[in-house]
């Protein structure tokens, strides 16, 4: 494969690459919609990504190829100008990390080619745009010396999802994709960054993700409207509690003073993430105890919780995960990441994966008329230089 990208570096930018670079797309196990409500997450790298090619140019220019794009191009920009433009498409990924890079100090003195190429399905929830994002600011980090670590390149990465693309989401995405670690999660508390390396074994078990392909349409103002409503949760509570996350509180605690939110919807909203929390604490818990079937049934009850008082799911999930949860070799399926379309994963018994992949496709395709695609996922390592 290396060889193919290789050869079209040199026919696009007419000279070798000199280095190259690899973040990869997560999942998350457990704990979704919490981290911008200080909450615990559970995510974990996966073995594909995006891989970057990189060359040296002696002017200021940032000129961008992917091969997952090729029909947009090259995209050429001068570093003078790294404004977002809705025409550079995907490329305004890499031009937000330098845009956020440079709000810091952190400038370029010399321009670029690079040339991108991944494998992870685009726009599916499994975290391609933050996997573009650290492939990017970690090859900068290298290349300019500019000392950041991986937690600070996720931190800036989150800046360009919330200031440059405008989607207000957390930290959990760029933060996994940077620091996972092969056959492990990252237990992950979101309000101080403090985080554990869970080891997952899953014996006899596979993770299978399975995508919807649903078009992406409105998740990303569906995303913001969430974040909002949890905003105006926490200030309700915080009129009774004295809290700065609505993860601060534990369940009990929550129902003693939710009679405060008056709005159903607010209510259900501020009721998952405070769940999801104690969800996902309990399911470290049991999978430090190599409780696979604890672990799927929190699964399960995170998809409720995201089905019902969330409402982050939608028909096209809930028909895969509805018929994960129907088949034998299931211990536990749910949403993963954002939701609204994407994707959901499940944990299946290895000699009945074939069979569970099959009769999804089947159900799915019946009930929504166009096909999902299923993966089985392995747990990768984070954001590196290949050479
Ligand atoms: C997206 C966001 C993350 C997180 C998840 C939901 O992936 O980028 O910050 O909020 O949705 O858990």
Not at 17 to 34: D, M, Q, V
Not at 140 to 151: K, M, R
Not at 168 to 177: C, E, K, L, R, T
Not at 274 to 290: F, G, I, Q
Request: charged share 25%.
């Amino acid at each position: 494969m290396m060889n193919i990208h290789h050869k079209k570096f040199n026919e696009i930018f007419n000279t070798p690459h000199e280095h190259s670079f690899f973040a990869p797309g997560r999942i998350n196990l457990i704990g979704e919609h919490i981290d911008y409500s200080g909450g615990y997450v559970f995510p974990c790298a996966l073995t594909f990504g995006t891989y970057a090619w990189v060359s040296r140019r002696s002017d200021q220019k940032i000129v961008l190829y992917s091969d997952n794009f090729s029909e947009l191009g090259v995209i050429e920009v001068d570093l003078s100008d790294l404004s977002y433009k809705k025409e550079h498409d995907w490329a305004n990924y890499p031009k937000g990390t330098l845009s956020m890079l440079e709000k810091r100090d952190l400038t370029l003195d010399h321009g670029l080619n690079i040339y991108y190429y991944g494998n992870i399905p685009n726009g599916a929830g499994l975290s391609s745009s933050a996997s573009i994002e650290m492939v990017t600011l970690w090859m900068v980090n290298q290349l300019f010396d500019f000392n950041l670590s991986l937690i600070d390149c996720a931190l800036i990465g989150q800046e360009t999802e919330n200031h440059y693309m405008g989607v207000n989401s957390g930290i959990m995405d760029q933060f996994a994709i940077g620091m996972g670690q092969e056959n492990h999660a990252i237990y992950l508390n979101t309000d101080t960054l403090d985080y554990k390396m869970v080891p997952i074994d899953l014996g006899a078990h596979k993770i299978v993700i399975s995508n919807t392909n649903k078009r992406r349409g409105l998740a990303d103002s569906k995303y913001n409207e969430r974040r909002a409503e949890c905003e105006e949760a926490l200030s309700l509570l915080q009129t009774k509690a004295d809290i700065t996350n609505l993860c601060d509180l534990e369940l009990n605690q929550f129902n003693e003073i939710k009679d405060v939110i008056k709005d159903e919807v607010i209510l259900k909203r501020a009721r998952h993430a405070v769940s999801e929390n104690e969800r996902t604490k309990l399911a470290t818990k049991v999978s430090s105890d190599n409780d696979l079937e604890g672990f799927g049934k929190l699964m399960n009850e995170s998809h409720i919780s995201l089905r019902d008082d969330y409402e982050a799911t939608g028909i096209e999930l809930d028909t895969l995960v509805e018929a994960a949860w129907q088949h034998p070799g299931t211990l536990g399926a749910r949403v993963t990441g954002a939701g609204f379309g994407g994707c959901s994963i499940a944990i299946v018994k290895e000699e009945q994966v074939e069979d569970y992949i099959e009769s999804l496709h089947k159900i799915y395709l019946d009930k929504i008329g166009y096909e999902a695609t299923f993966y089985v996922a392995s747990i990768g390592k984070g954001t590196f230089q290949i050479d």
